[in-house]
T-cell receptor, first 118, second 112 residues
């Protein structure tokens, strides 16, 4: 089975531009989360989507938005790019949104999209 | 606000050595804890998931323990190999289950 796939793998943009990143979850996974990882740090939570609805949002400005499609794939959009948005953007999928007691629901990550803003 | 720390930040050991990586979290009201491995420029690979009701999980040469009351988890790697060289991250999921909070990682180098 294919794992979580993300596209593109690398992207270079200039300040002020807009970018769209894409993610396809593991087949059967309905929950998709987005994380930002700055070099040398752990990933920071941006969004979680489940059944096409936003279920959680991290401490990121409104320039960041996302959506989930009927096939559970997802897009992350970032407007008015800043230099500080340069990072590895990771998508993760899991089987359920809120794990029921005693049920394993680990996160499975894609290889990420490396965004460089110049 | 949950905060996760990992000690040490970097570790270099000779091949064959047993080693322990540490993870601490400030809020014990967690649902589960997951250990990941990340190779340079790559995504995260799930290693072990420990539910809050569990004390430890094992997979091959890896053993992870969880002491929720003290806010600590350890990842034990037995008989380390050069292929184990990577950054190891721990992450805790809160009781609402919406997202994981990650530590900064421990960068491990296993020397042949």
């Amino acid at each position: 089975d294919a794992g979580v796939t993300q596209s593109p793998t690398h992207l270079i943009k200039t300040r002020g531009q807009q970018v769209t990143l894409r993610c396809s979850p593991i087949s059967g996974h309905k929950s998709v989360s987005w994380y930002q990882q700055v070099l040398g740090q752990g990933p920071q939570f941006i969004f979680q989507y489940y059944e096409k609805e936003e279920r959680g949002r991290g401490n990121f400005p409104d320039r960041f938005s996302a959506r989930q499609f009927p096939n559970y794939s997802s897009e992350l959009n970032v407007n008015a790019l800043l230099l500080g948005d340069s990072a590895l953007y990771l998508c993760a999928s899991s089987l359920v949104r809120t794990p029921r007691w005693g049920m394993d629901s680990p996160l499975h990550f894609g290889n990420g999209t490396r965004l460089t803003v110049t | 606000k949950q905060e996760v720390t990992q000690i040490p930040a970097a570790l270099s050991v000779p091949e064959g050595e047993n080693l322990v990586l540490n993870c601490s979290f400030t809020d014990s009201a967690i649902y589960n804890l997951q250990w990941f491995r990340q190779d340079p420029g790559k995504g995260l690979t799930s290693l072990l998931l420990i539910q809050s009701s569990q004390r430890e999980q094992t997979s091959g040469r890896l053993n992870a323990s969880l002491d929720k009351s003290s806010g600590r988890s350890t990842l034990y790697i037995a008989a380390s190999q050069p292929g184990d060289s990577a950054t190891y991250l721990c992450a805790v999921r809160d009781n609402y289950g919406q997202n994981f909070v990650f530590g900064p990682g421990t960068r491990l180098s296993v020397l042949p």
